[in-house]
């Protein structure tokens, strides 16, 4: 079974500039996450999918990040401009809704450098 | 909301045995998940608790006091590949479809000869 995938896995960019990560979840998980982990702290829900509707963006700073889930697939997150505080990596994870304890199951990540 | 607290680090020596405690508070709980995360890579799960008691797998186990809102993370044989950090996360609604998991700062445990 393929895992979870995101892209890129490293970016460097300016402040100001825009970013865009890429993941692609387990085939047949509903649910999508994007987290946010800070080095040294624990991973931070910014958004979650089910199918293709947000169920949960209480943490999502929208003014400058965006996440879209078309299809109910395949899901992007944004940040424009980006800050020198969003430096961290940005995880993908997936769970099956209809699995007894539905752990997640992360991506490797992308790691956000801002300078 | 929820507050999860968990020892920011912790050092143990090969082979011996070492607990990663964890205390939370939710407003609703249903489900505290253990993941390993080794430096540079995504978090794995470990284990789940969901009604108290303890639950055994391999070298792990973890264990669950609903009532005290406490868990804690037992590694027996400790082994060098066990240096990682340990995270605690607990899920505050039944499972569907807004069922949301919160993770703690995680604990970095050390393993030395």
């Known amino acids: 079974e393929a895992g979870v995938a995101q892209s890129p896995r490293y970016k460097i960019i300016e402040k100001r500039q825009s970013v865009a990560f890429w993941c692609n979840p387990i085939?047949?998980?509903?649910?999508l996450y994007w987290y946010q982990q800070i080095l040294g702290q624990g991973p931070k829900l910014l958004i979650q999918f089910q199918n293709n509707g947000v169920v949960d963006d209480s943490q999502l700073p929208k003014d400058r990040f965006s996440a879209e889930r078309l299809k109910g697939v395949d899901s992007t997150l944004k940040i424009q401009p980006a800050k020198l505080e969003d430096s961290a990596v940005y995880l993908c994870a997936s769970r099956y809704s209809g699995r007894k304890g539905g752990e997640l199951f992360f991506g490797e990540g992308s790691r956000l450098t801002v300078l | 909301g929820q507050n999860i607290d968990q020892p920011t680090e912790m050092t143990a020596t090969e082979g011996a045995i070492v607990q990663i405690n964890c205390t939370y508070q939710?407003?609703?709980?249903?489900?505290l998940f253990w993941y390993q995360q080794h430096a540079g890579e995504a978090p794995t799960f470990l284990s789940y608790n969901v009604l108290d008691g303890l639950e055994e797998k391999g070298r792990f186990s973890s264990f669950l006091s609903r009532s005290k809102g406490y868990s804690y993370l037992l590694l027996k044989e400790l082994q060098m590949k066990d240096s990682a950090s340990y995270l605690c996360?607990?899920?505050?609604?039944?499972?569907?479809?807004?069922?949301?998991?919160?993770f703690g700062t995680g604990t970095r445990l050390q393993v030395t000869l």
């Open positions: 085939s047949g998980h509903a649910t």
């Open positions: 939710t407003s609703g709980f249903n489900g």
């Open positions: 996360a607990v899920r505050d609604r039944p499972t569907g479809t807004a069922s949301k998991l919160t």
